[in-house]
């Protein structure tokens, strides 16, 4: 339950802060004066926030890193930091010029305070340990009641309903400490350990699970070298 609801706030203020930031900050015309023949590595924007994260996510992927992945360069790199609990979550929406193919990732680390909650311990609890087996247990129950009802179900019915059905966090091996992948409807996101701190990243664009997984596992093999 927790892993949910963490799931639906990240979420949820990930795309209040893409938003806010598309509407409030000022457009860059600082390529006006220069020559329309010559390419050049944007430069991060960054959205006015109480807090700041020694670590700035926009720093984590590079041009070649995305164009690698999704064959073309990044035309805005916006930074945006927000204070979530005892967690300092540092954003970076990476826009290409084709919308669709955007990606947005987030590091989550400590606040520095005295007595801050340790991001490695509310993944464990979140991704291990008795929540876990419970959280497995009770999907399990889940599908079998559900398989149940499904049987005196019209086949429409039945499709539209495993359409709708959630996928579990799925363990992806040889990244950071642990990764998880978690399907959605619309995509995914990778989530990643290493030592004290997570991340996760959502890669947009054409492709079906198994293409956005790889996708997401690249990226998150550059993000981790630059993390050493």
Known sequence: MRFLLYMIILGALSGAACRSGDSSSPANTSGANQSAATVNTPTPRVVASPVHSKIDACTLLTTDDLKGVQ????????????????????????????????????????????????????????????????????????????????????????????????????????????????????GGAIYVLKNDLFFRISVGGAGDQKTKLNKSKLLAQKVLTKLG
């Not at 996928?167 to 091996?173: G, I, L, R, T």
């Open 71 to 186: 064959g073309e360069v990044y035309k805005d790199a916006q930074r945006s930091d927000r204070l979530d609990g005892d967690f300092i979550v540092a954003q970076c929406y990476f826009a290409m010029p084709t919308m669709a193919n955007s990606v947005v990732l987030n590091l989550t680390t400590a606040k520095d305070e005295s007595g801050a909650r340790s991001p490695k311990a509310f993944w464990e609890q979140t991704f291990g340990g008795d929540e876990e087996k419970e959280r497995e247990g009770k999907g399990d129950r889940e599908k079998d009641k559900q398989k149940d009802k499904a049987k005196s179900q019209p086949a429409e019915r039945r499709e539209e309903g495993e359409e709708k059905e959630a996928a579990p966090p799925e363990p992806v091996k040889g990244l950071g400490d642990e990764a998880f992948w978690v399907a959605s409807p619309v």
